[in-house]
């Protein structure tokens, strides 16, 4: 494993020291805009895909915002006009967490998107905040992967899209389930028998109805050849559950591209040791950081405004010490500079 542990008591520090290798110089900030985009695939369909899509924005006074309920400290445009000189950008695909949906991580893409990135943030399908089933949160968990690809796919030939995006310089992102995601798109591979064992679990999870088990697939050969030779750079946060989704060592081993893996220190959902630091572990090219102090799992998510934290507090209040917007500007600036020296041409 190459890269840095991190275990110093100033997260700015940390971060500086692990991400300014190879970083570029600061460029132009963007305004960014925000637009929701939606497909039709026949490939698992007939079905709708939907993806909030984040990018470098041109904005005159009085742009339309986009409010996103609950969160603090975003500037969106509603489909405000693309800045683009000709040049095309590079693009990040950005995975949520389990249930969860790309908006909760909008800082992340806002952060990118104003250093000249777009950033695609699928719904994934049956398994967001707003449609979600086990089959999909569980024992369909390949779908995920397969879908960010065919939401590449669109990407690069729709001509609203394909005229900005560089198809050499494609990234992704993740959090928590969406971190392992990143992994797999990337080349880590799970273990057959160990992802059927998985299924398995849950098809005899006596908590869930028998005829919506009767449902789940036993079916691991889908998951087996998830990675997309476009991409070309991983950053994940809190991936997990690693070793429960069948992950192992020589599996993660076949990752041969550059990674970046973050994580709370303070993680109880996916606790670093079996996690992220096992997966940096056996990736072999990959950057460790774990983010000291009483920093649980959901740091990555927005920051919160008052409601947000009276609706969300499992969500939206850290432990005491816990600055989630000072983590939010390191983590940012350390995804910047991954990406663009990964993706540098």
């Known amino acids: ?51 909030a899509v984040f990018y470098p924005a041109v904005v005159s006074e009085g742009s339309p915002r986009f409010v996103v309920p609950f969160f603090a400290n975003l500037t969106l445009y509603k489909d405000a006009e693309i800045a683009f000189d000709g040049n095309k950008r590079p693009l990040i695909m950005l995975s949520h967490g389990r249930g969860s949906t790309g908006l909760s991580y909008a800082w992340f893409a806002q952060t990118l998107a104003s250093h000249g990135y777009i950033v695609a943030a699928p719904y994934h399908w049956r398994a967001n905040s707003y449609d979600s089933t086990i089959a999909y949160l569980a024992n369909r968990l390949w779908q995920r992967p397969v879908d960010v690809s065919l939401d590449i796919d669109f990407l690069l030939s729709d001509p609203a899209w394909s005229k900005y995006l560089d198809a050499d310089r494609i990234g992704v992102a993740g959090h928590s389930q969406g971190g392992f995601t990143a992994l797999w798109l990337g080349g880590a591979k799970v273990n057959r028998d160990k992802y059927l064992a998985f299924q398995q679990g849950w098809r005899n999870n006596q908590q869930i109805p028998e005829h919506i088990r009767d449902e789940l697939p036993l079916d691991p050969e889908p998951a087996l050849n998830v990675k997309d030779a476009r991409v070309k750079a991983v950053f ?28 709370g220190a303070g993680d109880t959902q996916t606790p670093p040791a079996e996690n992220a630091e096992f997966a940096a572990k056996y990736i072999p090219h990959a ?41 939010h500007a390191s983590v940012g600036s350390a995804a910047v500079k991954f990406f663009d020296t990964a993706l540098s041409r």
């Open 1 to 51: 494993m190459k890269g840095c542990v991190a275990a110093v008591a100033s997260v700015l520090a940390v971060f500086a020291a692990c991400a300014s290798s190879g970083a570029s110089e600061p460029d132009r900030i963007y305004p960014v805009g925000i637009s929701q985009v939606e497909f039709a695939d026949s490939h698992y369909g007939p079905r709708t895909l939907s993806m």
């Open 287 to 327: 950057e460790f950081v774990i983010i000291p102090g009483a920093v649980d799992h959901e740091i990555f998510v927005n920051e919160c405004d008052d409601e947000g934290k009276d609706e969300f507090p499992e969500a939206c209040k850290d432990a005491p010490g816990v600055d989630r917007a000072a983590i």
């Open 236 to 263: 994940a946060m809190a991936p997990g559950i690693i070793k429960a989704f069948g992950m192992d060592e020589a599996g993660l081993k076949q990752l041969d591209m550059p990674a970046y893996i973050t994580v």
